[in-house]
């Protein structure tokens, strides 16, 4: 069992970035495979990025590639989304989400993948 919880979210201006935390507790954080997911008001859940468990494999949705990184202190127990240029589409509760143990692979880029999940962080950007 693991216990997630997400910090960093707020109101923002266009253009500005936000880094995103997810902290964990309960098993040993470095074997669970981590994923970021956002959902915004009216939408469905939808995938942002992945990470290994060592952090050396990554995925992205085509839509954030370009300005989202996502990287793991795994000696922090921490998952972090870096996001710059926020844009008024990125508006949304973003989650972060783990699995124990998993092969990764691209399959994690699939919300039901993931066995746990954090309550979420909201981020509003305002144009």
């Known amino acids: 069992q693991v216990q997630l919880v997400e910090s960093g979210g707020g109101l923002v201006q266009a253009g500005v970035s936000l880094r995103l935390s997810c902290a964990a507790s309960?098993?040993?954080?470095?074997?669970?495979?981590m994923g970021w997911f956002r959902q915004a008001p009216g939408k469905e859940r939808e995938f942002v990025a992945a990470?290994?468990?060592?952090?050396?494999?990554?995925y992205y949705a085509d839509s954030v590639k370009v300005r989202f990184t996502i990287s793991r202190d795994n000696a922090k127990n921490t998952l972090y989304l870096q996001i710059n240029s926020l844009r008024p589409e990125d508006t949304a509760v973003y989650y972060c989400?783990?699995?124990?143990?998993?092969?990764?692979?691209?399959?994690?880029?699939?919300?039901?993948?993931?066995?746990?999940w954090g309550q979420g962080t909201q981020v509003t950007v305002s144009s």
């Open positions: 309960g098993r040993t954080f470095s074997r669970y495979a």
């Open positions: 989400a783990a699995d124990f143990l998993g092969t990764f692979s691209s399959d994690y880029i699939s919300a039901g993948r993931y066995n746990y």
């Open positions: 990470i290994s468990w060592s952090g050396d494999m990554t």
